[in-house]
């Protein structure tokens, strides 16, 4: 099998919810939890390490990549860029 080297900066959000802590990318459409807060990233960066070790083994890298919105460029995959994250007020009335 043909070794893949990529390298990339992934936008990773970690949220709290009640005693867990949640990270998210919308890169990958991907998240886990964790009991603390360390626990969280060391698990985030498990689960793309999978996440990559499946799909390469699939051989379906690009095909997953470009439906998650990565550009190839010059040979090097490029995740879409995360333009705000921000907490935004809503008010329902139901």
Do not use: C
């Amino acid at each position: 099998m043909k070794k893949i080297m990529l390298e990339f900066s992934l936008p990773v959000s970690i949220l709290r919810e009640g005693k867990k802590y949640i990270a998210y990318t919308p890169a990958l459409d991907l998240s886990t939890s964790g009991n603390t807060f360390e626990q969280a990233k060391k698990r985030f960066d498990e689960i793309v390490h999978l996440f990559f070790e499946e799909i390469t083994k699939e051989n379906t890298l690009e095909d997953v990549l470009t439906d998650l919105g990565w550009k190839k460029v010059h040979a090097k995959w490029n995740p879409p860029i995360v333009i705000s994250n921000e907490s935004q007020m809503v008010k329902l009335s139901y």
